[in-house]
């Protein structure tokens, strides 16, 4: 999008969709412009004749789709395979400092966690200091709004250091070196994890942290502001940071937070859905992927060290078992989930004795449960 807005200011146009229409990109006119950054192939021709640029080269500008049909299409961004809404082409933002170095748009910028630049220190900009808009792609100029202020003169509003550790993280993984700067230390827990996978996760987090549900979460978050966008991720980052101890805080909000809405949790009859709400059904939805494993093995062994007498349902209180003061129950059915495993599995486990078991009823039903230690071994083990 960068390369046609210089190319729109090189010759004089009103605007970017001048160079699409003449390119007969966006014959319908009714398509977005930045669509373009996801364009096939096959409908670039027009634009590279016109722009005297190579077929090739113009496609390794755009986000390409990677070949194959996986449920959720997946794009190119510097060489790592992306979900599309991470790659926010609609919503530029721009680094001032970098554009009075040199006057393009930096392609990196269009990723939606991208919210600050680690060269400058300083925080993207998606709304004009002056007139308050949006800024848009539809300008003369690439340095100037359509209000005429010249954005190299925005106000400097730097970022500690904590506020930009994700933007170096997103640097190295994208191969993009920062000047001056060696590479990054990585948090522990998520240093190996891909692109998509860290965002997939911190989005995950950034839902929960504002009580969003985990299926809707990265939709809620992008709606908002590229600054307090900053502010969000910051904070989801730094709950893998000092881990687990970050985490377990982290737990303990989210549980706290949980006791204040009122939930039909009926629907896993589980008590650790009650507890942590949607954050325990997107352990195993949201992060089922393997690679998110860690997460789900601290929170088994979460479990295990806050001595969670309430693990048992409320009816069971005024049923007292003999060891409660020091052990805490899971669910057979929680048991499955915490640990990957299945049914005949845990079945297996329970008979040669390697999962604990208690059985209590209610009404008709048989409900049985297994130690929280026991799970947390076995997961150690499987
Ligand atoms: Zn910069
Ligand atoms: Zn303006």
New binding site residues.
């Given amino acids: 999008m960068g390369y046609f807005l210089r190319l729109t200011e090189k010759n004089g146009y009103d605007s970017l969709s001048w160079i699409f229409q003449m390119a007969d990109v966006n014959h319908e006119g009714t398509r977005p412009a930045y669509i373009l950054a996801f364009e096939a192939p096959e409908r670039l021709t027009g634009l590279a004749q016109l722009a005297g640029i190579n077929l090739i080269e113009l496609i390794q500008l755009t986000h390409q789709r990677l070949l194959g049909n996986p449920s959720t299409p997946l794009h190119y961004f510097f060489g790592q395979p992306v979900t599309q809404d991470l790659i926010r082409s609609n919503r530029p933002k721009i680094?001032p400092?970098?554009l009075s170095e040199s006057p393009y748009c930096r392609r990196v910028w269009e990723l939606s966690a991208l919210t600050a630049?680690p060269?400058?220190r300083?925080l993207l900009i998606d709304e004009c200091p002056k007139c308050k808009r949006q800024i848009s792609w539809s300008r003369k100029i690439v340095t100037v709004c359509s209000c005429k202020f010249d954005w190299r003169e925005s106000p400097a509003s730097s970022v500690v250091e904590q506020g930009l550790r994700l933007t170096r993280h997103i640097y190295q993984l994208c191969g993009l070196p920062v000047a001056g700067e060696a590479q990054p230390k990585l948090p522990e827990p998520i240093s190996k994890l891909s692109l998509n996978d860290l965002l997939l996760a911190l989005f995950f987090v950034a839902g929960q942290q504002r009580g969003f549900s985990a299926a809707t979460s990265r939709h809620l978050v992008a709606a908002g502001k590229s600054k307090n966008f900053h502010r969000l991720l910051t904070e989801a980052y730094s709950v893998f940071d000092n881990w687990p101890v970050n985490y377990f805080r982290f737990l303990d909000q989210r549980r706290a937070q949980e006791r204040k809405v009122t939930r039909t949790y009926q629907r896993m009859k589980s008590t650790l859905y009650r507890e942590f709400g949607s954050f325990y059904s997107g352990l195993h939805s949201v992060l089922s992927g393997s690679q998110f494993d860690f997460i789900r093995g601290v929170f088994v062994e979460y479990l295990t060290q806050k001595r969670m007498l309430d693990c048992l349902p409320d009816t069971m209180s005024n049923n007292p078992i003999e060891d409660s003061l020091k052990s805490r129950y899971v669910l057979k059915s929680d048991a499955r989930r915490l640990t990957g495993a299945d049914y005949a599995w845990i079945n297996h486990c329970i008979r040669i004795g390697r999962l604990r078991t208690i059985v209590r009823s209610k009404g008709k039903k048989r409900l049985i449960f297994i130690k929280v230690e026991d799970v947390a071994k076995l997961r150690s083990e499987y």
């Fill in positions: 680094c400092d970098c630049c060269t400058h300083r």
